[in-house]
């Protein structure tokens, strides 16, 4: 079976460099390598309105916004169909044959969504959960299986959403006696430390909403002040101080971020960054060295796609465009699987092969 690879976000914001460790990066190898015969990219702006749906208009801002970004670090609409998820006709149907296979209790057991309820407050008493929101893991199979994608670029804290996806595809075919449904499998970042980055002030996830972000469009003195505001190790008041490495932001970063080669350029002191957290730890290395050694990091990451990103404002209508193009083929593509489910269903009805069903049944009862 060849590989179809399916991936995409909420328009929401900017995205950040979470992001790019998280998913982006290794969209961005898979693009290259090349060893697949389709690569969809999907702008969820359906999903975004299940908790906006009171602020349309950042959605629709933010569909080119996302785009811009997905373009600064590389992804190439010459190889990638890049498509917006309201467009996609079938998407609503499919989604709605698959809430027949899910409870409602299984849906709000979903880790993720769990989560995203807590972090909105749609667990409170003032508030109730909107059930396009607690839907969202059936919307999201229906994204997936709808392109007969087996590969799914994540960050761990979308491997439930994955998991629901592959009970859904297993429900399907299991209930209807046929292969309909291709299953997927996500494909995590190789470094652990990527899997899911925290955000600048320590907090389990970085998060737009919560604005501990360092976003891919920010220029070089936003990056700056946000890494040397970093949260370290509280106790590492003077530079002889032994330092603490767990839970020390910095030091989490520099494990997503940080190469032997960067030593070279920007910390030639040590080789790695093993030998920096021992002489950390043990004392003599103050925060603002490690802080000025992960903005170059940082820096050097970000330089290239900032200025790619200024030539693609320049082309907003060749954006569009792109997204239209590979909108018209995501809907021919969902449209094919959505007949093979209808078939497996069973609804047809304006055709010879029913007419002469229903015409033997009812021959036959009289």
């Known amino acids: 079976m060849k590989n179809i690879i399916l991936t995409g976000d909420r328009p929401t914001g900017k995205l950040h460099i979470g992001h790019y460790v998280g998913s982006l990066k290794n969209r961005v190898k898979l693009q290259n390598e090349g060893n697949y015969e389709k690569m969809y990219i999907m702008i969820a702006d359906a999903q975004a309105l299940t908790d906006n749906s009171g602020n349309p208009q950042k959605v629709r ?17 010459e190889k990638v169909t890049f498509f917006i998820q309201s467009e996609v006709r079938a998407l609503p149907e499919i989604t709605a044959y698959y809430m027949n296979l899910v409870t409602l209790p299984r849906l709000l057991r979903n880790p993720t969504v769990k989560s995203e309820i807590t972090m909105r407050g749609y667990d409170s008493e003032s508030k109730g959960i909107p059930v396009g929101f607690a839907n969202y893991p059936i919307s999201q199979a229906a994204d997936i299986t709808a392109f007969d994608a087996n590969i799914i670029p994540v960050g761990d804290d979308q491997l439930p959403m994955i998991e629901q996806a592959r009970e859904i595809v297993r429900s399907f075919n299991g209930t209807y006696n046929k ?8 494909k995590l970042p190789d470094n652990e430390a ?43 008041i003077k530079v002889e101080d032994p330092g603490k490495v767990e839970g020390n932001m910095v030091f989490t970063y520099l494990d997503a971020f940080s190469s032997d080669e960067d030593f070279k350029k920007y910390y030639p002191e040590f080789n790695n960054l093993d030998e920096l ?8 290395i103050g925060d603002m ?60 009805y304006f055709n010879k092969e029913f007419i002469e069903e229903q015409t033997k049944r009812f021959n036959e009862e009289n």
């Open 61 to 77: 801002d933010n569909i080119i916004t996302v785009m811009l970004d997905y373009l600064s670090i590389g992804l190439d609409p």
């Open 179 to 186: 292969e309909v449904l291709i299953m997927p499998e996500p």
């Open 194 to 236: 990527c899997l899911r980055l925290p955000g600048l002030d320590g907090n389990a996830k970085m998060s737009k909403s919560l604005n501990n972000c360092i976003y891919l469009s920010d220029d070089s003195k936003t990056v700056k002040e946000k890494v040397f505001s970093m949260y370290t190790d509280p106790n590492h």
């Open 277 to 284: 957290k021992k002489a950390y730890s043990n004392g003599g």
């Open 289 to 348: 060295r490690i802080k000025k050694f992960l903005y170059e990091v940082i820096e050097e990451l970000l330089t290239p796609i900032r200025e790619k990103r200024k030539e693609y404002i320049n082309k907003i209508p060749y954006i569009v465009e792109a997204l239209e193009k590979g909108t018209k083929e995501a809907n021919e593509k969902a449209d094919e699987v959505l007949d093979r489910i209808k078939d497996a269903l069973g609804i047809r």
